[in-house]
T-cell receptor, first 114, second 115 residues
């Protein structure tokens, strides 16, 4: 079945360590996104990419990095510079070039710093 | 920058009754796209309904409908005949026109459905 796969579902990280969250899609979508969700904050955009080898910062990019080497993959690295990384992370993708395209979401990764 | 405001952090409704969730947004664009997403306890985001700003007709999807007031920049969601399965967090989202596919979300409204 087509969809977006995020892994792992739960991730624990020690302070000072970098960690990478995986996001893969087989929907042939051009655009991919990373959102962070905190209680009472809704979804905040970290990074997004509309084409391979290109990406843009969202509203809260500090302490995060991404790459887009393949159309189907958009991994997110949470670096040690991110002051408060414990959160729920959602990856999404969408078609571009059509008018009213919805974003499809993965099932999320819960990251906890211990 | 675009902002999306959901002024009701929590709402409750009796099963089979109707409830309306509010959303306002700020934009200088004349054409854009609006969405309502549902996030049940599984945390999987599901599209409920979408609206193009250039369309005057309000979108409907079965028991879900919107009241789109472009001049007021308001985009409310009405759920009719509420069911227990409608209990979830609901997010309003805005996307600008053209080649920018950045989605901006509100902070969400937690809907409880009482039996």
């Amino acid at each position: 079945d087509g969809g977006i796969t995020q892994s792992p579902k739960y991730l624990f990280r020690k302070e000072g360590q970098n960690v990478t969250l995986s996001c893969e899609q087989n929907l042939n979508h051009d655009a991919m996104y990373w959102y962070r969700q905190d209680p009472g904050q809704g979804l905040r955009l970290i990074y997004y990419s509309q084409i391979v080898n290109d990406f843009q910062k969202g509203d809260i990019a500090e302490g995060y990095s991404v790459s887009r080497e393949k159309k189907e993959s958009f991994p997110l690295t949470v670096t040690s510079a991110q002051k408060n990384p414990t959160a729920f992370y959602l990856c999404a993708s969408s078609i571009i070039g059509l008018t009213n395209t919805e974003a499809f979401f993965g099932q999320g990764t819960r990251l906890t710093v211990v | 920058a675009q902002t999306v405001t959901q002024s009701q952090p929590e709402m409750s409704v009796q099963e089979a009754e109707t409830v309306t969730l509010s959303c306002t947004y700020d934009t200088s664009e004349s054409d854009y796209y609006l969405f309502w997403y549902k996030q049940p306890p599984s945390r999987q985001m599901i599209l409920v309904i979408r609206q193009e700003a250039y369309k005057q007709q309000n979108a409907t999807e079965n028991r879900f409908s919107v009241n789109f007031q472009k001049a007021a920049k308001s985009f409310s969601l009405k759920i009719s005949d509420s069911q227990l399965g409608d209990a979830a967090m609901y997010f309003c989202a805005y996307r600008p026109p053209g080649s920018n596919y950045k989605l901006t979300f509100g902070k969400g409204t937690l809907l409880t459905v009482n039996p």
